[in-house]
T-cell receptor, first 116, second 109 residues
Framework: GAVVSQHPSWVICKSGTSVKIECRSL??????MFWYRQFPKQSLMLMAT?????????EQGVEKDKFLINHASLTLSTLTVTSAHPEDSSFYIC????????????FGPGTRLTVL | AQRVTQPEKLLSVFKGAPVELKCNYS??????LFWYVQYSRQRLQLLLR??SRESIKGFTADLNKGETSFHLKKPFAQEEDSAMYYC???????????FGSGTRLLVRP
């Protein structure tokens, strides 16, 4: 149990376009999900906390207009990278916490974004 | 400030040797500490958490509040233990995790 999926697993796009990444909790509901960014050979950097039915909470230095987060249901959060540029190329990872628990986060497999 | 420090980027040992991956934290309060592992081409997964006080895959970690440490130990390393290990901290009031920079463990045959 407690499986989190991400789609797509990898995406290549042109500079200036927008890309949407989906994060789904497959066998549990998640009021809270998280989005991370991971650069090569580096640790995970928390970008934002996604809350179902309310606005996301962004970490300091993360542009909310650049990285749009929507958490419209208890099993789906989406991250849209708007007007992507090459510096946005990275590995994006989501995680989810089962609703009503103090459980730890379950992580998705990640999405590799390459902006040409 | 909340911070997790893993001083070693790479730890290389031979099979059967003891392993200790260091983790120190800075937090004003009572945090929860975790160790996560990421095997090659796999997702991040929880290895153990300090409140469970259990041994997973032969690994143990003891929270030392005096030294603000949560070192991960295993008496006899196996080749399949080779992976990236991340120490993480979570405050009691939030689900947010703060990760250390990670240590790559390489167990040689």
């Amino acid at each position: 149990g407690a499986v989190v999926s991400q789609h797509p697993s990898w995406v290549i796009c042109k500079s200036g376009t927008s890309v949407k990444i989906e994060c789904r909790s497959l066998d549990f509901q998640a009021t809270t999900m998280f989005w991370y960014r991971q650069f090569p050979k580096q640790s995970l950097m928390l970008m934002a906390t996604s809350n179902e039915g309310s606005k996301a909470t962004y970490e300091q230095g993360v542009e909310k207009d650049k990285f749009l987060i929507n958490h419209a249901s208890l099993t789906l959060s989406t991250l849209t990278v708007t007007s992507a540029h090459p510096e946005d190329s990275s590995f994006y990872i989501c995680s989810a916490v089962p609703s009503g628990t103090a459980d730890t986060q379950y992580f998705g497999p990640g999405t590799r974004l390459t902006v040409l | 400030a909340q911070r997790v420090t893993q001083p070693e980027k790479l730890l290389s040992v031979f099979k059967g040797a003891p392993v200790e991956l260091k983790c120190n934290y800075s937090y004003s309060g009572s945090p929860e500490l975790f160790w996560y592992v990421q095997y090659s081409r796999q997702r991040l997964q929880l290895l153990l958490r300090h409140i469970s006080r259990e041994s997973i895959k032969g690994f143990t970690a003891d929270l030392n509040k005096g030294e603000t440490s949560f070192h991960l130990k295993k008496p006899f390393a196996q080749e399949e233990d080779s992976a990236m290990y991340y120490c993480a901290l979570r405050s009691v009031s939030s689900y947010k995790l703060i990760f250390g920079s990670g240590t790559r463990l390489l167990v040689r045959p």
